[in-house]
């Protein structure tokens, strides 16, 4: 099971060389940065109760639940023990992992004893669940958004009811699966389905994703390639410009609950923070560096860390709320609720201010980028560090230049040019 990009973990069964019971040790190999490491778990289980693919015992068997708990909870103390080593900011090593995890194991060679591989054909249903239960395993650790998982698990379920569809079964053969069903599971969503390009394009995008783990489990000896005729588009998102933020900051006549809503709003548009952030946002994420005050986090939807200076509208908004009853409960240090209720007030919000665009929770992050980073010179790649962004393609989505940004630029380049005139 492929955790991160440099860490994997994978669970087998030992054989044991002339023992007479028929229960074997289940190990866990980890690999990382190119190294690998086989630990017992200390639990055991017999052949014909172990599923190859899962790396589980099956459902069916007595015990199961209780040994497959414990393999979940391995995987997780593995998967804390990385995210510590990024936080402290150390190198992790075979040996840290062994420390924390398996501190009473031996490292075994296991090289000749396990044989991983699989050579009976693997059926789909079976490998879409190990990989939603792999999905599931990150999101628990925090490693993918509860967003990210849903739209995983909507495509899969999607895939799944085209196989039966297409083939008859879902207990169709993985390697069975061809181009042409991908061509027409395009047209089914497109045609049949009437789902949009873009939504089209998520689905076959994260569909690849799970012939993508396959190959990573040795399942698929080759990656599986297929293009898409569908494109996928950036939506126009309508933003306000400055004089429309300064409404908002001025708007009177609001009950406390629309005024707390739209103080964090204007907290978002000046700071770039999703709606997770600014409800998860704690006093140990505001660190004060050089005489600034800093927000460092790490985004909850692709774990990058976040780091911006805390403007002053934005550190107003927090001291105003710093003794807020309800920040003291949660300890946060907003008001926020829900995502539901902080979208539906934000509409209460845009009709008092009488302004057309619509606003939510999302959009405010587009307004950072855009009506105040850029158009007040943030370069673009301090604005990707502040949005979390490590591709400044992802920036670009969100950073659009403003009529008069472009205006303020072309006074400076005719100023720049008037000697030649």
């Known amino acids: 099971m492929k955790l991160f990009n440099d860490l994997s973990l994978q669970f087998n069964l030992r054989k044991q060389q002339g023992a007479k019971t028929k229960f074997q040790k289940i190990y866990c190999r980890i690999s990382y940065k190119g190294y690998r490491r086989n630990f017992s778990t200390g639990l055991w289980t017999t052949e014909s109760s172990w599923c190859k693919v899962t790396e589980k015992v099956k459902s069916k068997e007595p015990l199961s639940l209780d040994l497959?708990?414990?393999?979940?909870?391995?995987?997780?103390?593995?998967?804390?023990?990385?995210?510590?080593?990024?936080?402290?900011?150390?190198?992790?090593?075979?040996?840290?992992?062994?420390?924390?995890?398996?501190?009473?194991?031996?490292?075994?060679?296991?090289?000749?004893?396990?044989?991983?591989?699989?050579?009976?054909?693997?059926?789909?249903?079976?490998?879409?669940?190990?990989?939603?239960?792999?999905?599931?395993?990150?999101?628990?650790?925090?490693?993918?958004?509860?967003?990210?998982?849903?739209?995983?698990?909507s495509a899969i379920i999607r895939f799944l009811h085209?196989?039966?569809?297409?083939?008859?079964?879902?207990?169709?053969?993985?390697?069975?699966?061809?181009?042409?069903?991908?061509?027409?599971?395009?047209?089914?969503?497109?045609?049949?389905?009437?789902?949009?390009?873009?939504?089209?394009?998520?689905?076959?995008?994260?569909?690849?994703?799970?012939?993508n783990f396959a190959y990573d489990l040795g399942l698929l000896e080759t990656k599986f390639a297929f293009k898409f005729k569908v494109r996928y588009t950036n939506p126009h998102r309508a933003i306000l410009n400055m004089e429309e933020v300064k409404t908002l900051i001025n708007?009177?006549?609001?009950?406390?609950?629309?005024?707390?809503?739209?103080?964090?709003?204007?907290?978002?548009?000046?700071?770039?923070?999703?709606?997770?952030?600014?409800?998860?946002?704690?006093?140990?994420?505001?660190?004060?560096l050089d005489e600034e005050k800093w927000v460092v986090i790490n985004r909850q939807k692709t774990g990058n860390e976040s780091k911006l200076i805390l403007l002053p509208i934005a550190e107003t908004i927090l001291n105003r709320y710093f003794d807020h009853p309800y920040c003291h409960k949660t300890?946060?240090?907003?008001?926020?609720?829900?995502?539901?209720?902080?979208?539906?007030?934000?509409?209460?919000?845009?009709a008092a201010a009488k302004l057309n665009t619509k606003l939510s929770s999302h959009i405010a992050r587009h307004i950072f980028a855009s009506t105040i980073a850029l158009q007040f010179g943030l370069p673009m790649e301090t604005l990707a560090k502040a949005l979390g962004h490590t591709n400044l393609r992802t920036t670009m989505i969100y950073g659009k230049i403003l009529d008069n940004k472009i205006k303020n630029d072309f006074d400076i380049l005719k100023r720049n040019l008037k000697d030649l005139s």
Do not use: W
């Open 251 to 288: 708007l009177q006549k609001l009950n406390s609950l629309q005024e707390e809503v739209r103080d964090c709003f204007l907290f978002q548009c000046f700071t770039g923070l999703a709606f997770a952030e600014i409800k998860g946002l704690k006093a140990h994420n505001i660190k004060t």
């Open 162 to 211: 085209y196989v039966k569809m297409y083939y008859g079964s879902k207990k169709t053969s993985l390697t069975s699966i061809d181009k042409l069903f991908f061509f027409k599971f395009e047209s089914y969503l497109l045609i049949d389905c009437k789902f949009g390009n873009n939504y089209t394009h998520k689905v076959l995008s994260n569909t690849r994703k799970l012939f």
């Open 331 to 350: 300890n946060q240090l907003l008001p926020i609720r829900n995502n539901a209720k902080y979208n539906k007030t934000l509409k209460e919000i845009q």
């Open 68 to 153: 497959n708990e414990q393999l979940t909870l391995i995987k997780q103390k593995v998967i804390n023990t990385y995210f510590d080593s990024k936080d402290k900011r150390k190198d992790l090593s075979l040996d840290i992992i062994q420390s924390e995890v398996f501190p009473s194991s031996k490292h075994i060679d296991l090289q000749m004893e396990i044989e991983p591989e699989i050579t009976s054909p693997i059926e789909v249903n079976i490998i879409s669940r190990r990989y939603l239960d792999d999905l599931k395993v990150k999101f628990d650790a925090r490693i993918i958004s509860i967003g990210t998982y849903k739209s995983y698990r």
